[in-house]
């Protein structure tokens, strides 16, 4: 067998990492390496989402018919159907507010079935190294055939051709980056120094996540007909909503309440260098059912219920990043939550995850992709993936914006606002983005 053309080093083990690695896995030619930080592939969180354009990706990678074996939504493809249900639920008795409907099904997963699927469909021969967390690495930007260099905490070294960071919000790929921008003078002539330190860390969002699972029985037990056993729902309050639906096949319901505060909301992307909103305290911790409870109480009955039925749960402060001038520099790139981290409100993280990772192993698997043209490559990668998760997560802030009341939208307007700020989950199709990528790739090489 002939050695490979170049060997990529994946750091992270999450959602956008391991879709990467399925997908590297149909070019035989490439070799690849996952180096993630816990002993073993976990997904924190509950449940997960997937639009139609994403999951539309899933099903290219062959991963399709294993992941609605998880879920207890029937997939519809190609017909408008319901999608999710929005409710003002900051009365007593609530209201119903509209239904949005998209061409193709939004469909729910519990995260670590999500995960499972992707993880048993990574080929054997990707290398994983579990426990490995890395403290730095280092690239040359001059000589694009000396390899990067990867240092870990625990001491070890290693090296790739290409690194690809899918570590998270708080990505030490994206701060080693930054880093390394704000001392490169072809960078510098398109942003200062204090821009790229700027996206270092993560902003906080002006949200917090109050997340749980119930079982489904317990609810049906005090209301057979609970509309939460059925469909999406997003609840709106003042400063606050709720979003519910069913996973693990219709037994668990995802439960995921949110205080959102007004000024930090309207000004998450602040671009402001020296502007850093910042949350006192831990981002995860543990939450007792009366802590998690308490900020939610005098919402509709509906949510009253589910209140009552929560035995403890988990409080998060969503945090985001800020939008980056480019996600890739020499051989190095940032996918999903390093690059682009966002609010829940569309649900769209993880398939923007997804994309990140589909486009990007097209082009390092083109096949005039070699050492000498990777780094064009990764440019192409950054000028189709980056605009466009940047326009998903400032929609993502609005719908959480708009989910809390803060707006003074009128109610009447609010469904078609919220359907034009979704509808590129399913009116438009990766397929463009692929051959928009493929084109601008073989044009400059």
Same mark, same amino acid.
């Given at each position: @067998?002939?050695?490979?053309?170049?060997?990529?080093?994946?750091?992270?083990?999450?959602?956008?990492?391991?879709?990467?690695?399925?997908?590297?896995?149909?070019?035989?030619?490439?070799?690849?390496?996952?180096?993630?930080?816990?002993?073993?592939?976990?997904?924190?969180?509950?449940?997960?989402?997937?639009?139609?354009?994403?999951?539309?990706?899933?099903?290219?990678?062959?991963?399709?018919?294993?992941?609605?074996?998880?879920?207890?939504?029937?997939?519809?493809?190609?017909?408008?159907? #319901?999608?999710? #249900?929005?409710?003002?639920?900051?009365?007593?008795?609530?209201?119903?507010?509209?239904?949005?409907?998209?061409?193709?099904?939004?469909?729910?997963?519990?995260?670590?079935?999500?995960?499972?699927?992707? %993880?048993?469909? %990574?080929?054997? $021969?990707?290398?994983? !190294? @579990?426990?490995?967390?890395?403290?730095?690495?280092?690239? $040359?930007?001059?000589?694009?055939?000396?390899?990067?260099?990867?240092?870990?905490?625990?001491? $070890?070294?290693?090296?790739?051709?290409?690194?690809?960071?899918?570590?998270?919000?708080?990505?030490?790929?994206?701060?080693? @980056?930054?880093?390394?921008?704000?001392?490169?003078?072809?960078?510098?002539?398109?942003?200062?120094?204090?821009?790229?330190?700027?996206?270092?860390?993560?902003?906080?969002?002006?949200?917090?996540?109050?997340?749980?699972?119930?079982?489904?029985?317990?609810?049906?037990? %005090?209301?057979?007909?609970?509309?939460?056993?059925?469909?999406?729902?997003?609840?709106?309050?003042?400063?606050?909503?709720?979003?519910?639906?069913?996973?693990?096949?219709?037994?668990?319901?995802?439960?995921?309440?949110?205080?959102?505060?007004?000024?930090?909301?309207?000004?998450?992307?602040?671009?402001?260098?020296?502007?850093?909103?910042?949350?006192?305290?831990?981002?995860?911790?543990?939450?007792?059912?009366?802590?998690?409870?308490?900020?939610?109480?005098?919402?509709?009955?509906?949510?009253?219920?589910?209140?009552?039925?929560?035995?403890?749960?988990?409080?998060?402060?969503?945090?985001?990043?800020?939008?980056?001038?480019?996600?890739?520099?020499?051989?190095?790139?940032?996918?999903?939550?390093?690059?682009?981290?966002?609010?829940?409100?569309?649900?769209?993280?993880?398939?923007?995850?997804?994309?990140?990772?589909?486009?990007?192993?097209?082009?390092?698997? !083109?096949?005039?992709?070699?050492?000498?043209?990777?780094?064009?490559?990764?440019?192409?990668?950054?000028?189709?993936?980056?605009?466009?998760?940047?326009?998903?997560?400032?929609?993502?802030?609005?719908?959480?914006?708009?989910?809390?009341?803060?707006?003074?939208?009128?109610?009447?307007?609010?469904?078609?606002?919220?359907?034009?700020?979704?509808?590129?989950?399913?009116?438009?199709?990766?397929?463009?983005? %692929?051959?928009?990528?493929?084109?601008?790739?073989?044009?400059?090489?």
């Amino acid at each position: @067998m002939s050695p490979p053309k170049f060997r990529v080093a994946i750091v992270g083990g999450g959602v956008g990492g391991i879709t990467l690695a399925v997908a590297l896995s149909k070019y035989p030619d490439i070799a690849v390496d996952i180096y993630e930080r816990a002993s073993q592939f976990a997904e924190v969180g509950a449940g997960v989402s997937c639009w139609p354009r994403p999951f539309k990706v899933l099903k290219k990678l062959g991963l399709g018919d294993a992941l609605l074996k998880k879920t207890p939504v029937p997939y519809i493809e190609d017909e408008y159907v #319901n999608a999710m #249900n929005f409710r003002r639920s900051d009365l007593e008795q609530g209201e119903y507010l509209f239904t949005l409907k998209s061409k193709g099904n939004n469909v729910q997963f519990h995260r670590a079935d999500f995960l499972g699927v992707l %993880v048993d469909n %990574v080929s054997p $021969s990707v290398k994983t !190294h @579990m426990s490995k967390r890395i403290v730095s690495y280092t690239q $040359s930007t001059g000589n694009p055939s000396e390899p990067i260099t990867l240092t870990f905490h625990d001491g $070890s070294t290693a090296t790739c051709d290409i690194l690809v960071g899918a570590d998270g919000v708080k990505s030490t790929i994206r701060r080693g @980056m930054m880093q390394d921008l704000s001392r490169d003078p072809d960078a510098l002539k398109k942003c200062s120094a204090e821009e790229y330190l700027a996206c270092i860390e993560p902003v906080f969002s002006g949200a917090v996540a109050y997340r749980t699972l119930i079982h489904a029985d317990k609810i049906r037990a %005090v209301d057979p007909n609970h509309r939460v056993l059925n469909g999406v729902w997003t609840c709106f309050g003042a400063n606050k909503n709720v979003a519910t639906y069913p996973i693990s096949m219709g037994k668990i319901v995802n439960f995921a309440a949110f205080t959102v505060d007004k000024d930090l909301m309207a000004d998450a992307f602040n671009p402001d260098p020296s502007h850093r909103q910042l949350f006192d305290g831990d981002w995860v911790r543990p939450a007792s059912a009366k802590e998690f409870t308490e900020k939610f109480r005098g919402m509709e009955k509906d949510i009253e219920v589910l209140l009552d039925l929560v035995e403890d749960g988990s409080i998060w402060a969503v945090h985001l990043v800020r939008n980056l001038p480019v996600q890739v520099h020499g051989h190095v790139a940032l996918l999903g939550d390093a690059a682009h981290a966002m609010t829940p409100f569309q649900g769209s993280g993880a398939g923007q995850a997804v994309e990140d990772a589909y486009i990007l192993a097209t082009l390092l698997g !083109h096949p005039r992709t070699t050492l000498a043209t990777v780094s064009q490559a990764l440019v192409v990668y950054d000028e189709v993936r980056r605009p466009f998760a940047i326009g998903v997560a400032r929609g993502s802030q609005e719908v959480g914006r708009i989910s809390g009341l803060q707006t003074g939208l009128p109610f009447s307007e609010i469904g078609e606002k919220i359907t034009g700020i979704n509808s590129w989950a399913w009116e438009t199709e990766i397929d463009g983005a %692929v051959k928009d990528a493929k084109r601008m790739f073989e044009e400059r090489v």
